[in-house]
């Protein structure tokens, strides 16, 4: 197939697909499919080999957001049935991070809902990752805690954070029909802030929201511009209570050929398949790790996951091997001696949607 020819040799230059090339992909037939994950499979291999990177999500504060985002079962004015809490402390936070870091985890995300963090919880964070790393010295963190203010990723910085999640979600279009209470424009600019205070930038998207093909490429390619270390690719997962909870739009299939775009745009980021997989991807799992090089463990924000040993077992019975800690996650023309891409940059992703 001439079209996989050319975006396996595009992938293996870094060079990027034209949009026609990557509304190709999404078009492919069920016949075409194994061809698709075999070509991207090369991409993947050619810039992270077999390695599987782990992450395990900590949410550190959960329910009654103030912002309307129609995916998120924490969201203003959600029906659905979720644990709501306020603050984690530093320590009750830590050893919720180390039964993840026991699993095989390298990462850690923190997550809290809401907005934005004040400095008061910039403050909590901070004292919550000192923790973490107290007792885990080479563990990443990656913290997403919504819109960012002036100077408060330089403070996440210093604190210790690698990384700061905030993804786009969707598409600049059709953005303002997910979310009315900020702007597409706000979360560009907190990965902005993030690159610029040398975090690691982690930004993705959420499948599954009613989207076109065209949308679901805007958005992977406006992804690529902003130059993100990671990319978590989430599967809506449409809870009850929510204005999305009829959106059951997705097939394992599609789910793979979406990854399978993403990894061609984005041939040399971690691509994380993160919220959802299990339940869209099922038993087509393990033919996504061929297109995917990083993987949550365990349980996401308000929705159980798959049990960690299930996790272990899948990714070693695929043929990959778990990330070990000492490994640097993305090739070295990205990772500059660390983990992260830019000047300054730490370590590399994580996910705030399901």
Same mark, same amino acid.
């Given at each position: 197939?001439?079209?996989?020819?050319?975006?396996?040799?595009?992938?293996?230059?870094?060079?990027?697909?034209?949009?026609?090339?990557?509304?190709?992909?999404?078009?492919?037939?069920?016949?075409?499919?194994?061809?698709?994950?075999?070509?991207?499979?090369? /991409?993947?291999?050619?810039?992270?080999?077999?390695? /599987?990177?782990?992450?395990?999500?900590?949410?550190?504060?959960?329910?009654?957001?103030?912002?309307?985002?129609?995916?998120?079962?924490?969201?203003?004015?959600?029906?659905?049935?979720?644990?709501?809490?306020?603050?984690?402390?530093?320590?009750?936070?830590?050893?919720?991070?180390?039964?993840?870091?026991?699993?095989?985890?390298?990462?850690?995300?923190?997550?809290?809902?809401?907005?934005?963090?004040?400095?008061?919880?910039?403050?909590?964070?901070?004292?919550?990752?000192?923790?973490?790393?107290?007792?885990?010295?080479?563990?990443?963190?990656?913290?997403?805690?919504?819109?960012?203010?002036?100077?408060?990723?330089?403070?996440?910085?210093?604190?210790?954070?690698?990384?700061?999640?905030?993804?786009?979600?969707?598409?600049?279009?059709?953005?303002? *029909?997910?979310?009315?209470?900020?702007?597409?424009?706000?979360?560009?600019?907190?990965?902005?802030?993030?690159?610029?205070?040398?975090?690691?930038?982690?930004?993705?998207?959420?499948?599954?929201?009613?989207?076109?093909?065209?949308?679901?490429?805007?958005?992977?390619?406006?992804?690529?511009?902003?130059?993100?270390?990671?990319?978590? /690719?989430?599967?809506?997962?449409?809870?009850?209570?929510?204005?999305?909870?009829?959106?059951?739009?997705?097939?394992?299939?599609?789910?793979?050929?979406?990854?399978?775009?993403?990894?061609?745009?984005?041939?040399?980021?971690?691509?994380?398949?993160?919220?959802?997989? *299990?339940?869209?991807?099922?038993?087509?799992?393990?033919?996504?790790?061929?297109?995917?090089?990083?993987?949550?463990?365990?349980?996401?924000?308000?929705?159980?996951?798959?049990?960690?040993?299930?996790?272990?077992?899948?990714?070693?019975?695929?043929?990959? *091997?778990?990330?070990?800690?000492?490994?640097?996650?993305?090739?070295?023309?990205?990772?500059?001696?660390?983990?992260?891409?830019?000047?300054?940059?730490?370590?590399?992703?994580?996910?705030?949607?399901?």
């Amino acid at each position: 197939m001439d079209l996989l020819n050319t975006l396996v040799d595009k992938g293996l230059r870094r060079e990027t697909p034209t949009r026609a090339e990557a509304l190709a992909v999404l078009a492919t037939t069920d016949d075409e499919l194994l061809d698709v994950v075999a070509a991207a499979g090369k /991409v993947r291999r050619h810039w992270f080999g077999r390695r /599987v990177k782990l992450n395990y999500l900590v949410n550190l504060k959960s329910g009654l957001c103030p912002e309307d985002c129609s995916y998120c079962s924490q969201r203003l004015g959600s029906k659905a049935d979720i644990l709501k809490y306020t603050w984690l402390k530093p320590d009750e936070a830590s050893q919720a991070a180390a039964a993840g870091l026991a699993g095989g985890a390298k990462r850690v995300c923190l997550v809290a809902s809401g907005r934005g963090p004040t400095d008061r919880d910039v403050d909590r964070v901070s004292d919550t990752i000192k923790a973490i790393k107290e007792q885990n010295e080479d563990v990443e963190v990656c913290a997403c805690l919504g819109l960012l203010s002036d100077g408060q990723a330089e403070r996440l910085r210093e604190a210790g954070a690698d990384a700061y999640n905030h993804n786009l979600n969707t598409s600049e279009s059709t953005y303002g *029909e997910i979310t009315t209470t900020h702007t597409y424009a706000d979360r560009v600019d907190t990965v902005r802030k993030a690159h610029a205070a040398g975090l690691s930038a982690c930004s993705g998207l959420i499948a599954g929201m009613g989207e076109t093909d065209e949308d679901l490429v805007d958005v992977v390619f406006s992804l690529r511009e902003l130059d993100p270390d990671s990319v978590p /690719v989430n599967f809506l997962i449409p809870f009850e209570g929510t204005p999305l909870a009829k959106e059951w739009n997705l097939t394992p299939q599609r789910c793979l050929r979406i990854l399978a775009m993403v990894r061609f745009v984005c041939p040399d980021v971690e691509v994380r398949i993160a919220g959802g997989r *299990e339940v869209h991807l099922r038993t087509m799992q393990p033919l996504a790790l061929h297109l995917a090089n990083s993987v949550f463990l365990g349980d996401y924000l308000t929705s159980e996951g798959q049990a960690g040993k299930a996790d272990l077992e899948m990714i070693a019975d695929a043929g990959f *091997e778990v990330e070990g800690a000492g490994e640097v996650t993305l090739p070295e023309h990205r990772a500059g001696g660390g983990c992260g891409s830019h000047a300054g940059g730490g370590a590399c992703g994580s996910h705030d949607g399901a």
